[in-house]
């Protein structure tokens, strides 16, 4: 589990994957070795120029022989990778959704089915006859969560995982894995060239991640936090889920040079009592804003009210002095809006005055 995806108990995908096995295999194949064009105008006869694509993936290697045509994303992270690729036609459904889409992508969204706004069943999945499946994290892919990266590759279908949620990661937890080493934007960015490639469009994914790193490097400019610090708070009140050392927050707070008042646990999203929140006493609070209804306090206004009204958090310093941040729960996870929350964090530490 992670903090965006709760575990919904979702039917077995065995009855479906022999109902549909025929069907699938007939669309892999007509993919793959049909004609047209793709959405660049690039004609296809046979394999279709520059393809097939072959790479490695989290200990597995993907090859897609066509561009994929039919591709189900399964988490918000992926599915706004591929939206801002300009890929929105060759998308048949998404799923998993914390937050509105990205500011500039709405068009895009809304042309895209919306399978369910968590897990979709694997039945709501394969109704789609997908070409290729994508997601963000390993338990949307592995038990409890929509079906394996095995089963799917069983019917022909390809998959691809996030690098950030398997580099450095440890996942064989009941928690939402701990880091066995500091995250870095790096496969953030490997995801965006992967599925660029994947889709036929690299030279899309390199203009993408060069716009991303020249916002972080504006961000950042000139910037000295090194005496404040920094608590991210993604979701729940009588159980918080708070960030520890080394996933997307962990990015930010580096990029800044802050500190993260849980740096001393490499759980990815910890649980943490109010009252040891209190003892640490951050400077700033940085609050997940999100839509979805899955915990208590989910959005900011909720969070806010709990923080002031709470006797263990409404003397923190940075609630008496109303230092918050919001962010998207997307930029709290490591997807391309960390870069997000990169500026945002940064723009809060300037007006309160913690940043040089």
Same mark, same amino acid.
């Given at each position: 589990m992670s903090p965006e995806t709760p575990r919904d108990s979702v039917p077995p995908i065995a009855s479906t994957v022999r109902r549909t096995a025929l069907l699938l295999t007939g669309l892999v194949l007509l993919t793959a070795c049909g004609g047209g064009s793709d959405s660049d105008g690039e004609a296809r006869e046979g394999a279709a120029p520059g393809f097939p694509v072959t790479l490695k993936n989290c200990g597995r290697t993907v090859t897609v022989d066509a561009a994929p045509r039919q591709a189900v994303s399964l988490n918000q992270g992926s599915t706004e990778i591929l939206l801002s690729l300009g890929l929105a036609d060759r998308l048949a459904g998404t799923a998993t959704w914390t937050d509105?889409?990205?500011? =500039?992508?709405?068009?895009?969204?809304?042309?895209?089915?919306? %399978?369910?706004?968590?897990?979709?069943?694997?039945?709501?999945?394969?109704?789609?006859?997908?070409?290729?499946?994508?997601?963000?994290?390993?338990?949307?892919?592995g038990k409890g969560g929509v079906a394996s990266r095995d089963q799917f590759e069983e019917l022909g279908v390809p998959t691809y995982l996030a690098p950030s949620d398997c580099m450095g990661k440890d996942n064989t937890g009941s928690s939402d894995g701990s880091r066995t080493e500091p995250l870095t934007m790096d496969p953030v960015y490997d995801e965006v060239r992967d599925l660029a490639a994947l889709f036929g469009v690299p030279e899309r994914g390199e203009k993408l991640v060069s716009s991303l790193q020249g916002r972080i490097d504006k961000a950042t400019?000139? /910037?000295?936090?090194? $005496?404040?610090?920094? &608590?991210?708070w993604f979701a729940n009140a009588e159980a918080p889920y708070?960030? =520890? @050392? @080394? =996933?997307?927050?962990? /990015? /930010?707070?580096?990029? &800044? =040079?802050?500190?993260?008042?849980?740096?001393?646990?490499?759980?990815?999203?910890?649980q943490i009592n109010w009252e040891t929140v209190a003892d640490r006493n951050p400077d700033v609070l940085v609050i997940g804003d999100l839509t979805r209804k899955s915990q208590t306090a989910e959005s900011a206004a909720k969070k806010i009210e709990f923080?002031?009204?709470?006797?263990?958090?409404?003397? %923190? $310093?940075?609630?008496?002095?109303?230092?918050y941040v919001l962010l998207s729960g997307q930029a709290m996870n490591p997807t391309i809006r960390t870069v997000e929350g990169v500026e945002r964090v940064a723009a809060g530490l300037h007006s309160f005055g913690l940043a040089g």
């Open positions: 509105p889409v990205m500011k =500039g992508l709405e068009k895009e969204e809304a042309s895209v089915p919306r %399978l369910a706004e968590s897990l979709p069943s694997s039945e709501k999945v394969l109704a789609e006859e997908p070409d290729f499946v994508s997601a963000s994290f390993e338990s949307t892919l400019e000139g /910037i000295g936090a090194s $005496d404040a610090t920094l &608590l991210y708070l960030a =520890g @050392c @080394c =996933g997307a927050p962990g /990015i /930010i707070t580096g990029e &800044l =040079g802050a500190k993260n008042v849980f740096d001393d646990t490499h759980e990815e999203w910890p923080l002031e009204s709470n006797p263990a958090t409404k003397n %923190l $310093d940075a609630v008496r002095n109303k230092r």
